[in-house]
């Protein structure tokens, strides 16, 4: 182990540098975020995962946000265990008839301000599922949504863009907002 | 000993059924099948409904024979297997609930999938209108002094699919785990029925996002069955280049989460870049960094150039110089041995049974992989060893997928020096004719079965994707009996198991 140890810290570092937050997804959330939310969250999010009947590929990609690569705990964003715990809800697939309960309440028990970013083409709009009798549709039929992350499965860059326009704008705000 | 098909004295159906034999066979001949299934001949590889009948998918495993057997239920009735052999259990509750049919004499008649919250029943069947309230579920009870229960999910800690477990534990010692599946249920089926076969290629490569390539695979060669294509030579090498990929990738991920479990960060975070590594390169040589939708019926949407090639040489060399010092790390380190070592065993004679497949089977002696036993091209010219181990713990699987990794990077030299040139897809063509195909093929977490009937445009009349998990979920339950609950997350990690792709 000390071997491996030792050649972490003098190896080249492998994190990549931030991607430009996605100027489309900030105009997004500019109208999302209030002033209040702004002050009280600072530059840090913690974010509660909430699968709510997806294929599971989203979920292979956020888990990568957590590698050297993209390493998100850099920028203040973090994963929490409980909806309690969290500022941000991110959640993907369409959401089941079966899971619709469990989000409602899971949505029910974060505390206020909160922000729910739907993750995936299937949590935009219940993607190839909708229609079904087992699927309810998108994440925003069943509680708000604040901001879209699209893609099947969203690639982690894709993903650290929406996260890092949703950090700035609780940060900083932005032009249009209120 | 009769062979398994003369076993299934009964009419051939009058579709073709490719490239396995389908019979349609009377109660009597089922009820033996059932007892031989019981008494362990056979290997049940799947069980599922139809429009009034019943289907099982058999597999001697000694001879590498499948056959499907086929029970016409006219009154909407079959007489319930899981009453004799138990991995048909939540297989024939599901029929159950989609199709309407009654498995006379079934021991458990809760809902499965169905948490009547679908606002329809027996969706696939009769449909007929339902409240939708949602139904109470009636756990198992598990009673004695001092037992309390502890109720986990749907919503996880982590980052994972939704699932209920619910514990009842002594002090820290698991007496008993049920586990409530089904909320990632989205009516796969019941939207592959009537697609084109483009569409449901996409619902197939959807079914598990982990498994995408293998379903694709499973699929496609259900289709191309059916369809009686010949698929360019070069297509199936690729193909089986990007099932190696998507093994390693996963293998390589999972490594380091089940020492993550273990609170050993470190295995993580190197894994993790592995991992990442073999995604980057699938984006730049496939187009998509988990594959998606890169294998359809016919071959394959991409080729591989040169340049890819010498990309993947590199990765290949870099990953064989570091997961060594992996290994090494994970076999010197008491502390994670620890946790690892006789935690959540399970025997062989359950794996066995439930015809367990993938790594959790062949760490518990169960040698089984059908790139060997059922070999689909390329695999039946490539040389590559199926690794077993016996102690069926958490370690043991550990270990089968360290040397899974091994075997698939050598794979993947054979596979760069020997793919043939040439075209990499046909168009498929509807042949005029109801025909049905069947495909057994082997994922990174075990044998997926595809099993489909096409109509006479070319469209799926139906179609059904059994994933491996449904004969290992319930193996979970017998292995956490007995261990502290703080291993269940270890154990859990160690199986694996796909919510999405047993909701389906
Ligand atoms: S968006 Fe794609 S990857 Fe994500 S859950 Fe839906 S099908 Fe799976």
């Known amino acids: ?36 939310a702004r002050q009280r969250l600072g530059r840090s999010l913690a974010i509660r995962e909430i699968d709510a009947g997806s294929c599971n590929g989203c979920e292979l990609e956020i888990h990568a946000l957590n590698n050297a690569f993209y390493d998100i705990e850099r920028f203040g964003l973090r994963f929490v ?19 619709r309960e469990a989000l409602e309440r899971t949505y029910n028990a974060t505390p206020a301000p909160k922000w729910v970013v739907a993750v995936g083409d299937c949590a935009a709009d219940g993607g190839c599922f ?32 929406g996260l890092l326009a949703l950090i700035q704008d609780a940060a900083h705000g932005s032009a249009s907002s209120p | 000993m009769p062979s398994l098909i003369e076993a299934l004295a009964g009419a051939a159906p009058s579709n073709g059924h490719y490239p396995w034999p389908r019979r349609v066979v009377d109660e009597r001949t089922w009820s033996v099948l059932v007892g031989q299934l019981g008494e362990g001949r056979w290997t049940l590889a799947g069980l599922w409904g139809d429009a009034g009948a019943v289907h099982m998918a058999l597999l001697d495993t000694g001879r590498g024979e499948l056959a499907v057997a086929t029970l016409a239920c006219p009154d909407g ?30 021991p458990d008649d809760r809902r499965w999938l169905d948490h009547g919250r679908w606002g329809v029943r027996h969706p696939l069947g009769a449909c007929s209108e339902a409240d939708g309230e949602g139904a109470s579920y009636a756990f198992l009870a598990a009673e004695g002094e001092g037992l309390h229960q502890i109720a986990v999910g749907p919503v996880h800690a982590g980052t994972i699919e939704p699932g209920h477990f619910r514990f009842t534990a002594n002090g820290e010692t698991v007496v008993r785990l049920e586990e409530r599946l089904g909320y990632a249920h989205k009516g796969v089926e019941s939207l592959m029925a009537g697609a084109s076969l483009e569409r449901a290629a996409h619902l197939a ?46 293998h390589l ?37 988990l594959m998606m939708d890169k294998i359809m019926p016919g071959g394959v949407a991409v080729d591989l150039d040169g340049s ?25 380190t008491a502390s994670l041995q620890d946790r690892t070592v006789g935690t959540g065993t399970l025997t062989h004679a359950l794996a066995h049974q439930y015809g367990c497949g993938g790594y959790i089977g062949r760490a518990s002696g169960r040698s089984f992989d059908t790139r060997r036993d059922f070999a689909y ?20 699987r550990v270990w089968v997928r360290i040397r899974e990794v091994e075997q698939s990077l050598g794979l993947i030299d054979q596979i760069l020096s020997g793919m043939p040139p040439g075209e990499i897809s046909v168009a498929p063509r509807p042949t005029g004719k109801i025909s049905e195909g069947v495909s057994l093929v082997e994922g990174f977490r075990g044998d997926i079965l595809c099993w489909l009937r096409l109509d006479s445009g070319g469209a799926v009349a139906r179609c059904h994707l059994r994933d491996p998990s449904w004969f290992q979920w319930p193996l979970l339950e017998a292995v956490i009996e007995g261990n502290i609950v703080a291993d269940f997350p270890l154990c859990n990690k160690s199986f694996n198991c796909s919510y999405s792709g047993h909701d389906l």
């Not at chain 1, 069943?142 to 894709?158: A, F, K, M, R």
């Not at chain 2, 598990?208 to 699929?219: E, M």
Request: net charge negative; aromatic share 6%; charged share 20%.
């Open chain 1, 81 to 99: 265990a409980s909806p309690r715990h969290a500022d941000v809800l991110l959640v993907t697939g369409p959401v089941t008839r079966n899971m």
């Open chain 2, 205 to 250: 490569a959807r079914t598990s996002g982990d498994s995408t390539v293998a379903y694709s695979i499973a699929y496609s060669r259900a289709v191309e069955a059916a369809l009686g294509i010949e698929v360019p030579e070069r297509a199936h090498w690729l193909r089986a280049l990007m099932a190696e990929f998507e093994r390693i990738a996963n």
């Open chain 2, 377 to 396: 091209p390329p695999y039946d010219s490539l040389r590559f060893d199926v690794p077993l181990f016996q102690d069926g713990d958490v370690n043991a």
């Open chain 1, 130 to 161: 909708a229609g079904s009798y087992a699927v309810v549709g998108g994440v925003a039929a069943v509680v708000p949504v604040d901001l879209h992350i699209g893609g099947c499965p969203p690639s982690p860059e894709t993903l650290l863009k």
């Open chain 2, 308 to 332: 890819g090639a010498e990309d993947i040489r590199s990765l290949l060399a870099t990953i064989r110089e570091t997961f060594p010092q992996l290994i090494d790390l994970y076999d010197e």
């Open chain 1, 1 to 36: 182990m000390r071997k491996l140890l030792f050649e972490s810290l003098i190896k080249p570092v492998l994190t990549e540098t931030q991607p430009d937050p996605d100027l489309a997804m900030c105009a997004e959330l500019a109208t999302a975020l209030g002033q209040s």
């Open chain 2, 77 to 106: 009735r079959f007489p319930s297997i899981a009453r004799h052999h138990a991995p048909a259990h939540r297989l024939e509750r599901t029929i159950s609930e989609l199709f309407g049919l009654e498995p006379v004499g079934d």
């Open chain 2, 253 to 289: 991920g999972d490594f380091g989460a089940v020492c993550n479990d273990a609170a050993f960060a470190l295995m993580h975070a190197h894994t993790a870049v592995l991992r990442e590594r073999v995604l980057r390169l699938s984006k730049s040589c496939f187009g998509h960094r």
